[in-house]
């Protein structure tokens, strides 16, 4: 019954590595949002989409991309991961304003 | 000031316990979600209300929408409740999560 899937729960990467975390949803969602959660900070927007192809900056985008191609999926990329990069990220999709559904994250380290 | 803020931020409570964690947001909301996530592991989601009340298990969910107020309690407290409890207010395209609230229930 998973709605929204994460690549890894645990990936390891080294500094200077490029990183693709992937999330699909198979609810016909618009909406694809990558957030980032760091203690004493919550959790942060790095990137949303709203449509294929289509993407917007949201808090934090420095150091990322994105990529949507096809509707189910949402593709977050650390062009050159660095240690200020670990942490844990959540995806997450929506259709309109109605109900939400998460990823389980994934917990980044850069070493 | 973020548009969701939780209170408490930490809370310890002992076994059986009931316990409140609030969040208030500070504009419309289409939907509030709660959230728990455990130590070291993922995010689950608990609940999702857009009017009224929500109860599963030990949790129930409570929302007022003149208020802009939500409360998450639990009954029966149990150690293994101990995670972060984190709510988030979905309105248009807009996802936003308060900071969360860090329980700890000792036995």
């Known amino acids: 019954d998973v709605k929204v899937t994460q690549s890894s729960r645990y990936l390891v990467k080294r500094t200077g590595e490029k990183v693709f975390l992937e999330c699909v949803q198979d609810m016909d969602h618009e909406n694809m949002f990558w957030y980032r959660q760091d203690p004493g900070l919550g959790l942060r927007l790095i990137y949303f989409?709203?449509?294929?192809?289509?993407?917007e900056k949201g808090d934090i985008p420095e150091g990322y991309s994105v990529s949507r191609e096809k509707k189910e999926r949402f593709s977050l990329i650390l062009e050159s991961a660095s240690t200020n990069q670990t942490s844990m990220y959540l995806c997450?999709?929506?259709?309109?304003?109605?109900?939400?559904?998460f990823g389980q994250g994934t917990r980044l380290t850069v070493v | 000031k973020n548009e969701v803020e939780q209170s408490p931020q930490n809370l310890t409570a002992q076994e059986g316990e009931f316990i409140t964690i609030n969040c208030s947001y500070s504009?419309?909301?289409?939907?509030l979600h709660w959230l728990q996530q455990h130590p070291g592991g993922g995010i689950v989601s608990l609940f999702m209300l857009s009017s009224g009340k929500k109860k599963h298990g030990r949790l129930i969910a409570t929302i007022n929408i003149q208020e802009k107020h939500s409360s998450l309690h639990i009954t029966a407290s149990h150690p293994r409740d101990s995670a972060v409890y984190i709510c988030a207010r979905l309105y248009g395209n807009k996802l936003v999560f308060g900071a969360g609230t860090i329980l700890r229930v000792k036995s």
């Open positions: 504009v419309g909301i289409s939907a």
């Open positions: 989409s709203y449509d294929v192809k289509m993407k």
């Open positions: 997450a999709s929506t259709k309109g304003n109605t109900e939400a559904f």
